[in-house]
Structure formats: C-alpha cells, structure tokens
C-alpha cells in the first residue's frame, strides 16, 4: 500500500502523457493530407476513447470524448476550402439559372439604347457577342471588364478619349467580359472599299466564328449587323433587337441575308 500513491502518480502522468501525445499527433495530422484518412482516424478515436475508459485513463478518455464531439468542427476545418468551392458552385449556377431569363431583357434593352446613343453622336463602335463558340484563340490583347452590359457602359468605352475605344467589345450573357480588343481582319477581296477597319475586323470574327457583331460607323451613324461573314449595313432595330437577344440567349440566329453592294 506503501507504493500507492507513487503508482497514482505515475499513472496519471501517463494519462496526460498519452493527452500530450495525441494532441501533438493531431497537430501533425492536420498539417498533412488529412482528408484521406479522416474516417479511418475517427474510428481510432472511437475504439481508443471506449479503451481508455476501460483501463481507467480518465484524462485521455476525456480528451477523446471532446474531439469525437468536435468532429463536425474538424471535418468543416480541414474541408473548408472544398466546402466554400461547393457552396459558391452551387450559388453561381443558381444566380445563372435564375438570372439570365430575367436579365435578357433589360440586357437587350441597355444594349439597344448603347447603340442608337453611339450612332446619334457618330461615335464608332464594335460590339461582339458570343453565342457558343469561344473566342479565346481569336480575341487579342483585351482590358477585363466583367460588368453587366449598361448604356453608360458602352458610352464610355467608346468615347473617342477612351484608351481602349478602338478596339471591340466582348458581350457574353448579360455582361461585358472585356474591352479594346483586337479582332482579325477578314481577307475577303470583295468587301465593299467603303467599309473601315471596325467592319473588316466584324466580318473577320464572324468568318470563323458564330458570333453577332454589330457595328456603328462613325462616317454614318449608321449600326450594321454582321453575321457568318455577311453584313447588313443600316440594319433595322427591330432586327438588331431580335437577333442581340437570340445571340445573347446562346441561340443560333438564321442566317443574314447578302445586301447586294457585299
């Protein structure tokens, strides 16, 4: 009875001894690629805790009992960043799945009044919309925009005190992903001599592309819609409005007719 106290003692020392260690050995696990070993590692917790419980490691016993009932807490932890990805997947696709229906007209209706306010001020523009086809192995150069298509918007991009007014603006959906881009020119020796560089780099991407381009002449005024390398020059608005909205939709649009002075 005499060694007792001495047996308690060294016996509780090696209770926290044991708590020490798994901390330490928590730590360590944390830092590697847990994620694997999750469920395998909260099966020894389980089977460890009963264990400890039996033998009398109170400490131990306790320790493990407080990290099985944290366990959603580590698992949310060490899958935080695959949990924000989930959570912003699925928020994304229901703000695409919800908002492109009630957005396409306001879209339509911005982009119209961006065009006929550039063609009242003669002001030259040149505004691509993808439909399906990418344009990542076309589109040169570009400044990220990434803004809901506005009349403001367009304005000013294609101010002529604009840094990037020359070059084309990229529309996808309901927004502007990019401005100031370089389009190829198209080749085609019978474009009339009277279209510029805004129409030949329009008939350019539609050549090898299904995109809409539409385009105002800052001679004119006048807004041309350019379409699997035709153009329609002096479109008229109603049409500019339903084919925008059919190329904005991702939609297929019928194909434009030749005017004769192609």
């Known amino acids: 009875m005499a060694f007792a106290p001495d047996s308690i003692t060294l016996f509780s020392l090696l209770d926290k001894l ?9 730590t360590l696990f944390l830092k590697k690629d847990a994620a694997l070993r999750l469920l395998a590692v909260l099966a020894v ?7 400890a419980e039996l033998v009398g490691l109170t400490a131990t016993a306790s320790f493990l009992h407080l990290l099985l009932s944290s366990a959603p807490v580590i698992v949310a932890l060490i899958f935080q960043s695959d949990i924000k990805r989930a959570l912003f997947t699925l928020g994304k696709r229901q703000a695409t799945g919800d908002g492109d229906s009630l957005d396409l007209t306001t879209t339509v209706d911005e982009l119209s009044k961006g065009l006929n306010e550039l063609a009242a001020r003669q002001i030259g523009a040149l505004i691509v919309i ?4 990418s344009l990542d192995h076309l589109v040169q150069v570009g400044t990220e925009i990434d803004a809901k298509v506005t009349s403001d918007l367009l304005n000013s991009i294609f101010l002529p ?4 007014h020359d070059g084309a603006v990229i529309i996808h959906k309901d927004k502007i992903i990019s401005a100031g881009c ?11 001599k009277r279209f510029g560089t805004r129409h030949r780099a329009a008939l350019g991407i539609s050549e090898q592309t299904d995109a809409l381009v539409l385009v105002v002449s800052e001679e004119t005024g006048k807004i041309s819609i350019v379409h699997e390398g035709k153009i329609t020059y002096d ?19 019928p194909r434009v007719p030749a005017p004769s002075d192609h």
């Open 18 to 26: 044991i708590v020490a260690g798994l901390i330490y050995g928590c």
């Open 45 to 51: 917790v389980i089977a460890a805790g009963y264990g």
């Open 130 to 133: 993808i439909r399906q086809m």
């Open 161 to 164: 005190y604009s840094p990037i």
């Open 182 to 192: 370089i389009l190829p020119l198209s080749q085609n020796p019978d474009i009339a």
């Open 235 to 253: 479109a008229d608005p109603a049409e500019i409005r339903r084919l925008a909205r059919k190329a904005i939709e991702g939609r297929r649009a």
